[in-house]
Structure formats: C-alpha cells, structure tokens
C-alpha cells in the first residue's frame, strides 16, 4: 500500500483519534475535524482517551480472567499506547491477533503493529466493518474452533444504520465458536446534558460529526442471546474501573457505552 492512495484533503476516524490521543499521524484535514467535533463536544479528547482505558481493561479481562489467546480487533486505528496486542501479550504471550482498518495509512504503520511476542503472532488486514464476509476470510493465523475476543472498539458508530451494524455484528459472531467474547464501545448521547446532545445533535446535522450515536436499547441489540458480563452495559470509565489510573472521568465525560458478552 503506497501513500498515493491517501486523501489527506479528507479526514478519517483512525487519524483524527490519533490526533486527540496526542499523536502524530494525522493530517490538517483530520485536526480540522477533531477540534470542530470537540467544540460541540468539549470532552472528546478526554473519551478518547476514556475509551483506550477501557480497551486495556477489557482486552485484560479476555487474556486474564477469560482465557481468551485469539483476537480479531476491527477498526483497531494507528499504533499508540496498549494495543490489544500489546495488553494481551503481556499476559499471554502465545496470544494471536488479527488487526482490520479500512485506513491505508494503518497499513503503512502495521509494521509497528505486527511486533508480537516470539510465542505469538499479529497480522493486519485492510478490510472494513461494512464487508464483515471479507473480514472473515482473513483469519488465517487464528483456529475457529476456539473462543476468539472481538474487538469492536469505537467504530460500530461509524455506521449510520443500526440494522447494518447489527447485521455486521452478527455475521461476525456466528462465524465464531462458544465461549467467544464481544468487546464493544458505542457513543451515545443517552448521557449527556440537554445542551450537548443538542450540539451533537448539531454537529450531526450538518455533517461535522460522523459519529452516530446509540441508545442502550441500540447498544443491547448487538449483545442479543450473549451473556453479558458484570457490570453489563456502562458507560466505558464505570466498567470495571481500575483506581490506578490517574484520570477518572464521568460518564458525560466518557460518553459512550461500554460492554463485554459471551457467546454461550
């Protein structure tokens, strides 16, 4: 994959949370993005980083407490800090993990995403959400007659119609085993003020914001016939929060909802 095929005049998910988490792979156009979402959202900055907090916890509760050693992470975005990779090696090495985006400049990085464990292994595939057939197909280096983690960590949002995003969901977990787990995050506006949902209300309206948001009635549907484990569905800083970490956000800071589920 060569650069040629980037439109930096355009701005991508991947980059513009590169942006608020602090990093360096992002263009104006994504810059531009992030800080118009986060006029209408001042708290963005502070989600993103809310939401990798909550990746790091979950992926940890799927290699630690779940004894899940394979991932599939879709809409996983540019190599920062605690990759699932990354958290789940640290607790299991032998741990395999298939990384999907549908960002070229993620592929350019994947190098820096493929440093796995001598026991382990990583792969990226370029793919998107929205062709969950094409994900699956991918899956060489993972055996699917084990429990696998899939990861789907603030990119479900990123389709606007509910019955797609839950029909990709759910062509993903039929394809796996019992004893799987479903690790999401979703915005969501359910936990605003009157006055925030209305600017991203806004934002939505007049296409600042591609991010569409959930209700928990929306976020339960894809968790349909899984067992959810405790707290069940949250917002991402109130599951399972670890008092280590030095910012502890509020849900109106942290909006979106969090969830881990079993496949029985």
Do not use: C
């Not at 979950?58 to 540019?78: K, N, P, S």
Request: charged share 25%; net charge negative.
């Amino acid at each position: 994959m060569t650069l040629e095929k980037f439109d930096t005049g355009v701005a991508h998910p991947a980059r513009r949370y590169n942006y608020w988490l602090g990093g360096k792979d992002n263009f104006a156009a994504d810059r531009e993005s992030g800080d118009l979402l986060a006029k209408s959202y001042p708290a963005a900055r502070i989600a993103a980083r809310a939401n990798r907090a909550f990746l790091r916890r979950a992926v940890g509760y799927l290699a630690a407490e779940a004894g899940i050693r394979q991932f599939l992470d879709i809409g996983t975005g540019l190599p920062t800090a605690d990759n699932t990779h990354e958290v789940a090696q640290r607790i299991a090495p032998e741990s395999r993990i298939v990384y999907a985006d549908n960002d070229p400049m993620v592929m350019a990085h994947a190098r820096a995403l493929l440093t796995s464990s001598p026991a382990g292994e990583t792969r990226y595939i370029e793919e998107d959400l929205r062709e969950p057939e094409k994900i699956l197909a991918g899956l060489e280096i993972l055996d699917l007659s084990k429990p696998v983690g899939l990861i789907l960590v603030a990119v479900v949002h990123f389709l606007p119609s509910q019955e797609q995003a839950v029909t990709a969901v759910r062509t993903l977990l039929d394809a796996l085993p019992p004893g799987s787990h479903l690790v999401m995050t979703l915005a969501t506006t359910d936990l605003l003020t009157p006055e925030l949902k209305a600017n991203w209300d806004e934002s939505l309206r007049t296409g600042r914001s591609d991010v569409h948001p959930r209700t928990r009635a929306e976020v339960a549907q894809f968790a349909d016939g899984l067992e959810l484990v405790e707290p069940g569905i949250t917002a991402i800083s109130e599951w399972r929060p670890d008092p280590a970490d030095e910012e502890q956000p509020s849900p109106v800071e942290a909006s979106l909802f969090g969830l881990v589920a079993r496949k029985p």
